[in-house]
């Protein structure tokens, strides 16, 4: 089975500077997707990025960007320019390429971001 | 564009009463997902449906818990009978497959007394 590890329970940073969320997980499989999502207090799941394995190049959506390094099996998130509306709990997540795509997605434990103004 | 829609939003119950989640996934999604959050535990996958049959319910945590998917727009998560250790945000989700992400609903915040 798959596990997907966060190791920072909490991180705080001030308003306009750049976080890193680390996340790293374990798998045998070769081909996979990983995927962050955003909690905010509203409890909503929201998706942030994702990741093909097969793909050397590292996904960016605006001001979020991740460091994909497939042979140490790790996914962080890079959030530039923070925002007070980034502060949320942030779950990586890991989901299989094998049955079809009918596999759900295992969650780490989660980071709470906190923004200071 | 409707998302997925999960009611109700809160449910408060005594313990020993029956309680039905419910959710309608957004239209074409062949996958539906539900999942458990609490703080104890994080998010577990509880079940999950492909073209409306329940291919691994490993993860129902014991035989109160109950899921149906009886068409492409609607399911339920039943526990019967409640128990307070059951309080916890339920999720629905809904994928089109492969590698596609989840969407997810705003959940049911279940409090058993």
């Known amino acids: 089975a798959q596990t997907v590890t966060q190791s920072q329970p909490e991180m705080s940073v001030q308003e306009a500077e750049t976080v890193t969320l680390s996340c790293t997980y374990d798998t045998s499989e070769s081909d996979y997707y990983l995927f962050w999502y955003k909690q905010p207090p509203s409890r909503q799941m929201i998706l942030v990025i994702r990741?093909?394995?097969?793909?050397?190049q590292n996904a960016t959506e605006n001001r979020f960007s991740v460091n994909f390094q497939k042979a140490a099996k790790s996914f962080s998130l890079k959030i530039s320019d923070s925002q007070l509306g980034d502060a949320a709990m942030y779950f990586c997540a890991y989901r299989s390429a094998l049955g079809g795509g009918a596999d759900g997605l295992t969650f780490g434990k989660g980071t709470h971001l906190i923004i200071q103004p | 564009d409707a998302g997925v829609i999960q009611s109700p939003r809160h449910e408060v119950t005594e313990m020993g009463q029956e309680v039905t989640l419910r959710c309608k996934p957004i239209s074409g999604h062949n996958s539906l997902f539900w999942y458990r959050q609490t703080m104890m535990r994080g998010l577990e996958l509880l079940i999950y449906f492909n073209n409306n049959v329940p291919i691994d319910d490993s993860g129902m945590p014991e035989d109160r818990f109950s899921a149906k998917m009886p068409n492409a727009s609607f399911s339920t998560l039943k526990i019967q009978p409640s128990e307070p250790r059951d309080s916890a945000v339920y999720f629905c989700?809904?994928?089109?497959?492969?590698?596609?992400?989840?969407?997810f609903g705003n959940g049911t915040r279940l409090t058993v007394t």
């Open positions: 990741q093909e394995a097969y793909k050397q």
């Open positions: 989700a809904s994928s089109i497959g492969w590698g596609s992400p989840l969407h």
